[in-house]
């Protein structure tokens, strides 16, 4: 059967398994909306032109709002093998509905190149509106238990081996930190987004004087793109929202690490709540952490797409080729991937139990060799002598099978002199976090200091 769309030079029809290679209806048919907003701004544009009339303009309007009408109550029956994109899709359905003679009339100077583009610019710049607000609720969340919590002391870990104490506010303000700048990336993203290819046509622009900028304003664009070989081509817009969702998935993904370990029995210091944990079908004690586990696993799936779609991009000549259309999935895909993680994040964060107890047990007083360091640099020794005079007594307590805080002022004197009586003061975990007050450090008000710089971002 002869296609409709560009028919007329073609005899021979299509390979079936070509028909569903091809099309792309399955899954553009979810920018219905924004493909029939994009054409009534562009149809709208054309009376100026003075190729609609205005009364051709309102039938077309009309026609459109009709067929989106029928999308919304699911109502909308795409023929197999002619609908192959939604572009195609809605204008066979608006010739039905108005004719053919005035419909015919609506794509003049246009094509489906700037209108695929135009289409996924509108609908990801409202993904990416709605992914900033589930962002600021994630750190919100985290802004909020950092200062609930501020309290209590825990282990931190370099290679994954007790280092120094730290407050648990701390650690998650670290994890806040990395997807504050995950934020700030994302308006930069938005706004080269929210940019306007509408009226480039195929790839050479518009023959008829069309009003881009009057298309982008009712569109709601900040401004329109500069070269129409480029504009059509270009899906920069859908790799950077890729590579900035992977870097996000990665940070996710980190967090994810962290509280898999700290919910371990080995560790105990967080339980995940029943709404983010399963069962084993096996082993009736198990509660497994499979909201982290995904996470972890999507932010795979995540980078996956951002390299899938810029190897599909790197060997394309100028202007549109069909490759582009691989841009689609991925870019739906982790547009759902990375809005559903960030909402599942902040579900596991604002219901996490955490047991304050087992973090300080945790801590050990060789965690503490650091602060004996510190101790005889305030009493002016160069620190280089400082670290191996407590690593003497790191390896003093461990001959001799005793905790550092169990050694006596004399034995430590021992080691060296400079040691006075108020050495023991140092075996205080409080007292080793409150020394980190410089900004940034883990002190109660470095942390506090950090938790309102994010509120203040987030005002
Ligand atoms: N479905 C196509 C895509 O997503 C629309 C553009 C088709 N353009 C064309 N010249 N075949 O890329």
């Known amino acids: ?57 309102a ?12 999308w919304e109550a699911d109502k909308f029956v795409i023929v197999p093998g002619q609908d192959e994109d939604i572009h195609t899709a809605n204008e066979r359905r608006l010739g039905e509905i108005i004719g053919k003679d005035v419909a015919g009339k609506l794509h003049t100077g246009r094509s489906r190149n700037d209108q695929v583009a135009t289409d996924m610019r509108l609908w990801l710049r ?36 007790r280092a120094q104490p730290v407050r648990w506010s701390h650690l998650l303000m670290s994890h806040a930190t990395a997807f504050s700048q995950d934020y700030e990336r994302l308006s930069q993203v938005h706004a080269r987004v929210n940019r306007s290819p509408l009226g480039f046509g ?64 080995e560790f105990a210091f967080v339980r995940l709540a029943d709404a983010y944990s399963t069962g084993s079908s096996l082993m009736p004690q198990k509660k497994n952490p499979d909201s982290l586990e995904l996470l972890r696993g999507k932010a795979g799936r995540t980078f996956g797409h951002m390299a899938g779609l810029m190897m599909s991009v790197k060997g394309t000549p100028s202007t549109y080729n069909k490759d582009l259309q691989e841009s689609w999935e991925a870019m739906l895909d982790t547009v759902r991937t990375v809005g559903d993680s960030i909402q599942i994040a902040t579900g596991v964060l604002s219901t996490l139990t955490i047991f304050p107890a087992k973090m300080q047990a945790a801590l050990s007083p060789d965690m503490l060799a650091t602060d004996l360091a510190e101790y005889l640099v305030r009493k002016g020794v160069p620190f280089r002598d400082t670290h191996h005079i407590s690593g003497q007594v790191v390896a003093l307590a461990e001959k001799q099978g005793r905790p550092m805080d169990q050694l006596s002022v004399k034995e430590l004197q021992e080691v060296d002199a400079r040691f006075g009586d108020d050495i023991k003061s140092i075996f205080d975990y409080q007292r080793s976090v409150e020394q980190r007050t410089a900004t940034g450090g883990c002190s109660k008000s470095a942390v506090m200091k950090q938790i309102e710089v994010l509120k203040k971002l987030l005002e």
């Not at 290679?21 to 924004?34: G, K, P, V």
């Not at 039938?59 to 029928?70: H, Q, R």
Request: no cysteine; proline share 2%; net charge negative.
């Open 126 to 161: 409202d993904r990416l509106t709605d992914m900033n607000g589930y962002l600021a609720t994630l750190l919100k969340t985290i802004a909020s238990r950092a200062e609930a919590e501020i309290e209590h002391v825990m282990p931190g870990y370099t290679h994954l081996q």
């Open 1 to 57: 059967k002869e296609n409709m769309l560009w028919g007329g030079r073609f005899t021979g029809g299509l390979d079936p398994l070509m028909v569903s290679y091809n099309e792309s209806i399955h899954f553009d048919r979810a920018l219905y909306a924004q493909d029939i907003a994009g054409s009534i701004a562009f149809a709208r544009a054309n009376i100026k032109t003075g190729i609609l009339t205005e009364e051709e303009f």
């Open 202 to 265: 195929a790839l050479a622009g518009n023959p008829f004087g069309i009003d881009r900028e009057a298309m982008a304003t009712e569109l709601g664009f900040e401004s329109v793109l500069p070269n129409s070989m480029a504009g059509i081509a270009d899906r920069d817009f859908i790799i950077e929202t890729l590579q900035w969702g992977s870097l996000l998935m990665l940070h996710m993904s980190r967090l994810a690490e962290d509280l898999i370990i700290y919910s371990t029995a």
């Open 59 to 70: 039938k077309i309007e009309k026609g459109l709002l009709a067929v989106k009408a029928e």
